[in-house]
């Protein structure tokens, strides 16, 4: 039935996400959530919700969000922009500042996203290999590109470039926009945000999907000055103008006012992130050193693939990337204490 199809649909490759299974109880380690609930203050803002205002459509400018976005990071309103998940902000992002004449480059190991947003916007893009460690060398970018974009810290690889680094960057590429997309920046790095008020071509993005517990909710944001923020408003308001629903906006302001709770299980991913670190290492694994909330550990005596089944048999579920520059690794993301000891039992009994 594919006659049916536009000449852009017939072209698509979706995006494959992680195995969300309905059918078997797995020790989730796939996706990167969070491993501990949303914030107490987010289910009491959900409880208290009045739910016959549903009937109307949500605020279209999502401002009691933003403003608790522009709180936390001490920027005024007109800097926040807020979508359906850093996906979506991503991909109005895209569409915002990359479709130009230029290619744009992103890393040749990195969010397998932004392929896809390319070839959705027939977007020509450019890899730059990242270096044997993994690293990413920011005066290795072509300066015949029309944007530029990577994760910090990068995924899948968990690698993580310093402020200065950035800055490196955005010096070396005045003339285009630069995106940091820091969906994993809280779990020990320091954001780019401070940056912003420097450079008119920085955009930094993050998500509430990772660090604040609310992957099911759906809330990414930008940062930028408000040339670039305008853009991307320009790009909503001809796409979907309620982005974001009147609970996400409740919920999500909660989530972002509750500062303890969220350092609190930052801290304790990063903590148990060490430990499994460590255990993994023991095991003959050789791990990544990680900023993010995962770990990509290569087996150095087992096949990857065999590891990821094996586990998977006994009820935990990791990524892999078959096909791919890193299919000797497994990527693990950081549960509760618990669950990874769980983990590394099962390893030991199956290596
Ligand atoms: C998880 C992730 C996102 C997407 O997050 P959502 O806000 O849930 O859409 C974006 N970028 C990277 C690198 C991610 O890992």
Redesign the pocket.
Known sequence: MSQFWSDIVKNLTPYVPGEQPQNREYVKLNT?ENPFAPSPKVIEAIDHFDRTLLKRYPDPEATKLRQSIADFYNKPLNQIFVGN????V?AHSFFAFFKKAKPIAFPDIT?S?YPVYANLYNIDAIEFPVQDDFSIDVNSISENTDGIIL?NPN?PTSKYLEPAEIKTLLKKHPNKVVII?E??IDFGGESAVNLVDEFENLLV?Q????SRSL?GL???FAIGQPHLIEALQRVKNSFNSYPIDQLAIVAGQAAMQDVDYFQSCCDQVIQTRAWTHTQLQALGFECIESKANFILAKPLKHDAEKVYLDLKENGVLVRYFKDSKISDYLRISIDTQSNMKTLIDVLKSVL
Not at 85 to 88: I, M, N, W
Not at 207 to 210: A, C, H, I, N
Request: net charge negative; hydrophobic share 35%.
């Open positions: 990167n998940g850093s996906d979506e991503l969010y996203f994760p995924a997309d969906a994993y993005i998500t509430f999907s990772k992957a759906r809330i990414g």
